[in-house]
């Protein structure tokens, strides 16, 4: 099935650095959304983008529409112990009810 | 609220079994979709139903099925299960069809095949 190109796979940080990941897509979304999925439970989501260009926040979360409707990105400001887990982008498109989702980011704190 | 709730949590089967699982969305929720997830394919999405109505699939082959009942609660099945069939399957409720509303995830039945 198709999916969006999510990177960095995984990402190996200290606690208190930030972290940015990103989703490209081939193809225009008319939205994109972030989840975070913990060992064993399902996704949870973090942040909906509606709008292109649109940034909205979450706490330490912050996450960007692209402009071209193509790409998304999750940043994450003094990462946390509890902010280890698999991130992932999902996108849908116009015409299009399913969610598309990327390849995942795993993120792990170096103590 | 209560989440979205899936049974069983952990299930084994052998090859050219059947399996049943469910899933109960969240209240007020009419929309339930399934999804799979392995290691090597990541999220891919098996169906949708809204009001006992199958309205989307992915693709995967027949032997994987659903449905809907009318208190919302959703039920997927696959039979003859083949070993590549293991994997993590994830239900996802929403107020109305995922087109246009957010999806909450339940926490997932793990299904291994022997």
């Known amino acids: 099935g198709q999916q969006l190109n999510q990177s960095p796979q995984s990402m190996f940080i200290q606690e208190g650095e930030d972290v940015s990941m990103n989703c490209t897509s081939s193809?225009?979304?008319?939205?994109w959304l972030w989840y975070k999925q913990d060992p064993g439970e399902g996704p949870v989501l973090l942040i909906a983008l509606y709008k292109a260009g649109e940034l909205t926040s979450n706490g330490r979360l912050t996450a960007q529409f692209g402009i071209t409707r193509k790409d998304s990105f999750l940043n994450i400001s003094a990462s946390i112990p509890s902010d280890v887990g698999i991130y992932f982008c999902?996108?849908?498109?116009?015409?299009?009810?399913?969610?598309?989702f990327g390849t995942g980011t795993r993120l792990t704190i170096i103590p | 609220k209560a989440g979205v709730t899936q049974t069983p949590r952990y299930l084994i089967k052998t090859r050219g079994q059947q399996v049943t699982l469910s899933c109960s969305p969240i209240s007020g929720h009419r929309s339930v979709s399934w999804y799979q997830q392995t290691p090597g394919q990541g999220l891919q999405f098996l169906f949708e139903?809204?009001?006992?109505?199958?309205?989307n699939k992915g693709n995967f082959p027949g032997r994987f099925s659903g449905r809907q009942f009318s208190n919302s609660r959703s039920e997927m099945n696959v039979s003859t299960l083949e070993l590549g069939d293991s994997a993590l399957y994830l239900c996802?409720?929403?107020?109305?069809?995922?087109?246009?509303?957010?999806?909450?995830f339940g926490p997932g039945t793990r299904l291994t095949v022997l």
């Open positions: 996802a409720s929403s107020l109305g069809l995922a087109g246009g509303h957010e999806q909450f």
């Open positions: 999902a996108g849908r498109d116009f015409g299009n009810e399913k969610l598309t």
């Open positions: 193809s225009i979304f008319n939205t």
């Open positions: 139903y809204f009001s006992e109505t199958q309205r």
